[in-house]
């Protein structure tokens, strides 16, 4: 049978060499040693590098890995793994290893369609074959509220189903909510137990999990479950006309709050996520509460609100020992310092926020964005434009251009949902693409020609696992081009 070694691996290891013969020795028997050579080897690399750095030896009838940690055999084992699913005879060889970015993530849309527990786990195994460490929920949004509140609990019998399955089929129908009980209803939600069982899937994995609690914006669903968090209108009535929470009503902060702490206490990681994106404030100038609060705090543009927002809801997440994540928009009103941006608007927002000192990640929506066509959109289900194809997705740097790279943690592809209705349709959108984040983010050399057939077998293997992956090998003349159009 072929053999299969360090050149088939995706994301392809920093450094490997063939010592000749084939390894007789099963790949499932590998020695751990934390040894004092390896570690000096690595000694000059950043910590978070050294974490997941390892050192694999495979001769003729022993495999050696060495690594400074667990979580480096970890690494070491997922390589060994792969290797094993790619199948045939392994080489004898040795991998030198450790990752270019410390961020290296997928995001996934609940919000938009509900996937499920099983649908999770399953990604977050396929994230780790990748050498991916941080799965981004996307927990709530105006489609529908996906996670149990013991404070807020209309939050998720109000708003956790709708009628209409997908994004489309819900505005058709009104954006109407429904309760669990209509036969018409679509929705779910996750409990608390079920997301410790996501934190805990993941912690195996050295996967962090960001829970994004989406503010003041796309809050639809929190203002029709809780309306005391919304704008006053002139005749006095809670104000409907926008998917904002109100940031001058006390009864907004307390929500958050209360929503924030029960969400720190299951997802333990660094990192709170807290949306920020595409707030329209038209309710903010004409509601009492905002101008009573633009009074107080001499705010004299009522866009301005949002940043007295961010910046009182950091302090709170800080209080707790997390740091916040906004979507670029944040920039617009003052980023509080220790917070990261996400550049979603193309990199400007990484440029801006890198340069001004703060932490980003990248998912510029042209090269990330995994809702988007990844081939012809005549033979290709409905997604969005531009075309994001598997050559244009894996041409992303995160670094190029200016970037302050000491402030780059890395990048993610983003799985939005509105065009996705089913877990077995986010499959076929997030692979192949995500080998291709997965190799920006850990390599420190990258070629298309190279890991284009890798990535063909990559999604064989998959296939064989039960994924539901796009078909690279019927990939059309524009796809396979780099062209957009
Ligand atoms: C976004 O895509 N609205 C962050
Ligand atoms: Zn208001």
Known sequence: ????????????????????????????????????????????????????????????FSVLIEAASDEGVFRARQTLRQLQLLGGDVPCCIIMDYPRFRHRGLMIDESRTFKGLDFLKKQMDA?????????????VDADGWRIESEAYPLLTSKTAWRIGRTHPEWKAAGFRYSSQDNPKAYGGFYS?????????????????????????GHSTEVGFAYPEVLCVSSNGHPFTGSWDVCPGSEATFE???????????????????IGGDEAIMNAWPKCVNCRQRMKEEGIHDYRQLQGYLVRRIDEFVRSHGRRIIGWDEILETGVPEDAVVQSWRGIEGGLKASKAGHDVVLSPN???????????????????????????CYSFDPVASGMVEEHVLGL??????????????????????????????????????????????????????????????????LGRSGRRD
């Open 412 to 477: 993610q592809g983003n799985l939005w949902c509105e065009h996705i209705p089913t877990p077995e349709h986010a499959e076929y959108m997030i692979y192949p693409r995500l080998f291709a984040v997965a190799e920006t983010g850990w390599s420190r050399e990258k070629s298309y020609e190279s890991f284009r057939p890798r990535a063909e077998k990559l999604c064989e293997v998959l296939r064989g696992l039960g994924y539901n992956t796009f078909d690279l090998q019927g990939e059309s003349s």
């Open 255 to 273: 929500f958050l709050e209360t929503i924030l702490s029960e969400v720190m206490d299951i997802f333990p990681g660094p990192f709170i996520h």
């Open 127 to 139: 994230m780790a074959l990748l050498k991916l460490n941080v799965l981004h929920l996307h927990l």
């Open 366 to 392: 042209r090269f990330c964005y995994l809702d988007h066509y990844q081939d012809y959109y005549r033979k290709e289900p409905k997604a969005r434009s531009p075309l994001i194809s598997l050559r244009i």
């Open 192 to 216: 608390a137990a079920q997301l410790r069982e996501i934190v805990a899937y993941a912690a195996d994995r050295y996967i962090t999990v960001i829970p994004e609690i989406e503010m003041p």
């Open 1 to 60: 049978m072929a053999a299969a070694g360090p050149q088939d691996l995706t994301p392809a290891p920093v450094e490997y060499s063939l010592t000749g013969g084939i390894s007789k020795c099963g790949l499932d028997q590998a020695i751990v040693l934390k040894s004092q050579g390896f570690l000096k080897e690595i000694e000059s690399l950043p910590q978070w590098k050294q974490n997941e750095a390892y050192r694999i030896t495979v001769e003729r």
